[in-house]
C-alpha cells in the first residue's frame, strides 16, 4: 500500500523556522519527482515546490522562493521542507505529492497543516 | 491567485450535466500541457480524476470525462449524484514557472 505521511506542521509565530518531512512507503520513491503543494483554510491548491528524483535540480513558487529548501534523502524515502521566515500567509495545510512521468500528482499524504500567528 | 481560472461554483439537479471551465494561458494549457483534474471532498486530500486531458484512472465511474482545446479544457459530470459534491481543481505544468499551477477551485452542489 503506497502511503506518504507527513509531519511536523505546529504553531509558530511570524519569522520564525520549521521543518517539515514526508515518509513514504510502497512505490519506489527515487523514481519520482516529489512536490510540496499547500492548502490555506478554506482556499484553493497552491503549487510550493519541487524537486527531481534525484534531488539534481529543485524549485520554488515565487511566494516562499529564498525563504523554503526541499530537499530528500532517497536512502530513507523521504522528503523535507525547510521553510524559515515564515510569514501568516504560509498558514496552510502542506501535502506531498508524487508526480507521476505524465505530469500529474499520483500519490498524495494527508497533510500536516502550520500555523504562523503571533 | 490562480494561474487557472476556474468558477466559483456550479450546482445542479441529481442525474443531470455540469461542466467545468478551466482557462489558462500561452505558458501553460496553451503551451500544449497536458490538464488534469482532481476530486476533494472537504477534510480529504485531493483525488486523482482525470489525467492527460481525457484519460480515467482505475476506479473513476464514466461519468466522468475531460476535454481540452486551445487554452482552455474542460470537466464533464453526467448522471450527477449526491456523491459527487465536492471541490474539483484543475492542473497543469507552467513553463515560465517552471511548475504545477492549479485552478483556482470549483464548487460543485447537487441540489
Known amino acids: 500500500e503506497v502511503q506518504l505521511v507527513e509531519s511536523g506542521g505546529v504553531v509558530v509565530q511570524p519569522g520564525g523556522s520549521l521543518r517539515l518531512s514526508c515518509a513514504a512507503s510502497?512505490?519506489?520513491?527515487?523514481?519520482?519527482?516529489m512536490h510540496w503543494v499547500r492548502q490555506a483554510p478554506g482556499k484553493g491548491l497552491e503549487w510550493v515546490s519541487l524537486i527531481t528524483w534525484d534531488g539534481g535540480s529543485t524549485y520554488y513558487a515565487d511566494s516562499v522562493k529564498g525563504r523554503f529548501t526541499i530537499s530528500r534523502d532517497n536512502s530513507k524515502n523521504s522528503l523535507d521542507l525547510q521553510m524559515n521566515s515564515l510569514r501568516v500567509e504560509d498558514t496552510a495545510l502542506y501535502y506531498c505529492a508524487c508526480l507521476d512521468g505524465g505530469g500529474f500528482y499520483i500519490y498524495w499524504g494527508q497533510g500536516t497543516l502550520v500555523t504562523v500567528s503571533s | 491567485q490562480s494561474v487557472l481560472t476556474q468558477p466559483p461554483s456550479v450546482s445542479e439537479a441529481p442525474g443531470q450535466r455540469v461542466t467545468i471551465s478551466c482557462t489558462g494561458g500561452?505558458?501553460?494549457?496553451?503551451?500544449?500541457?497536458?490538464v488534469h483534474w482532481y476530486q476533494q471532498v472537504p477534510g480529504t486530500a485531493p483525488k486523482l480524476l482525470i489525467y492527460g486531458n481525457i484519460n480515467r484512472p482505475s476506479g473513476v465511474p464514466d461519468r466522468f470525462s475531460g476535454s481540452k482545446s486551445g487554452t482552455s479544457a474542460s470537466l464533464a459530470i453526467t448522471g450527477l449524484q449526491a456523491e459527487d459534491e465536492a471541490d474539483y481543481y484543475c492542473q497543469s505544468y507552467d513553463s515560465s514557472l517552471s511548475g504545477s499551477v492549479f485552478g483556482s477551485g470549483t464548487k460543485v452542489t447537487v441540489l
Open positions: 500561452s505558458f501553460n494549457i496553451g503551451a500544449g500541457y497536458d
Open positions: 510502497g512505490f519506489t520513491f527515487d523514481d519520482y519527482a
